[in-house]
């Protein structure tokens, strides 16, 4: 059974809020919090109360649209979106978001909310066109094992890598999915699993390390991820695991496909060893649900990301079309059209 369509960033035109669904919280609680400040966009996406490249894209050009609304002059717009796009380094939609925005900035309120709702509804869309041509690159009755979250919470809606996954159940090709849990902020069992069940579609959980037996045992027919920047030679910098994922599915020959709106693709960035990779705060990796799991003094280590060579990617799917080796080619074919 397919529910309302979910789409965690919303804008609440008639008080002035940008409303997101706390990711934090879920699956356990359903909650939403209005925010009316470019500061309080910026906490929720560093706290990942809003996560997800596209997803944090739209949440941080509705932060500078909300500010124009609420009467901030060009100087405050400005500092609105130098604080946002520093929010978070990897995904390049955060940056791109914010640039586009920056082009609206002295045009008036009217016109920068406007912008904030065409990258809204166009990311929507992108998922949608996604989807669609991803669906066919699903075998028939695939198990397809994802990671992370790449669905409708991590985008305007509908998601990428979950875009995929609903539009080859929509075309009628009953698959199942394994959701990576994706540790330290569980991502997969918190979130994928949420947001498929809530679908009507069959999801089993793992922990991290299980899916290259499952793969030996042939129980995976192909991975399919997101992604946070894609460089210019087609390197694909995504959450932490995906890179021993690829070299898994490129052991147990299996198709790793790599699912993203053209807004995470970043000519500018020639290969993935130039891609900024978060660190995030310990804390995450020596607690679970708030409770030490530990020893105090022992230090950890939380890189958020890891980079996929593009040798390893079999095939991106983008809203212009399915991208396949050399990328650095077939993305620069892509841009030019
Ligand atoms: C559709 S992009 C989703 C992408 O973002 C996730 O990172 P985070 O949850 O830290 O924002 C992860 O890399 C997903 O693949």
Redesign the pocket.
């Known amino acids: 059974m397919t529910r309302e369509p979910l789409r965690p960033v919303l804008y609440d035109d008639a008080r002035d809020v940008v409303r997101v669904l706390d990711q934090k919280r879920l699956p356990v609680d359903e909650v939403w919090l209005e925010l009316s400040t470019a500061e309080q966009v910026a906490a929720a996406i560093k706290d ?1 109360t809003v ?6 894209g739209v949440a941080a050009a509705y932060g500078i649209a909300v500010e124009a609304r609420r009467g901030a002059d060009v100087a405050r717009l400005r500092a609105a979106a130098e604080l946002l796009v520093h929010a ?1 380094p990897t ?1 390049v939609n955060l940056a791109w978001a914010v640039r586009r925005m920056g082009r609206r900035i002295g045009l008036g309120a009217e016109v920068i909310l406007a912008e904030a709702h065409a990258i809204r509804d166009e990311d929507e869309a992108a998922c949608r066109r996604i989807g669609a041509l991803g669906a066919p690159l699903i075998p028939p009755r695939a198990h397809v094992l994802t ?5 409708a919470l ?2 305007a809606g509908y ?3 979950l875009g995929v996954v609903r539009a080859a159940v929509e075309a009628g090709n009953p698959i199942s999915v394994f959701a990576d849990e994706t540790r330290p ?1 569980l ?1 997969g069992a918190r979130l994928t699993a949420w947001e498929l069940h809530r679908d009507g579609i069959p999801v089993t959980i793992l922990t991290d390390g299980m899916a290259g037996w499952l793969m030996q045992r042939g129980e995976i027919a192909c991975v399919v ?4 920047r894609i460089a210019a030679n087609g390197d694909v910098a ?2 932490i695991g ?1 890179y021993a994922l690829a070299v898994l599915a490129r052991h147990h020959h299996l198709p790793f496909y790599v699912a ?1 709106p053209w807004s ?1 693709v970043d000519l500018g960035t020639p290969a993935g060893d130039a891609i900024p990779i ?1 660190e995030r705060g310990t804390e995450e990796v020596v607690t679970l649900a708030g409770q030490r799991i530990a020893p105090v003094g022992v230090p950890a280590r939380y890189p ?2 890891d980079v996929t060579p593009a040798a390893l990617v079999s095939a991106i799917i983008t809203e212009r079309g399915v991208l396949r080796a050399p990328y650095d080619a077939s993305l620069r074919t892509l841009a030019a059209e």
């Open positions: 990942l996560r997800g490249a596209p997803a944090i978070r995904a990671h992370c979250n790449a669905g991590a985008t998601g990428t890598a902020f991502q991820v997101g992604a946070d995504n959450k995906t993203a995470t978060e958020a990301f």
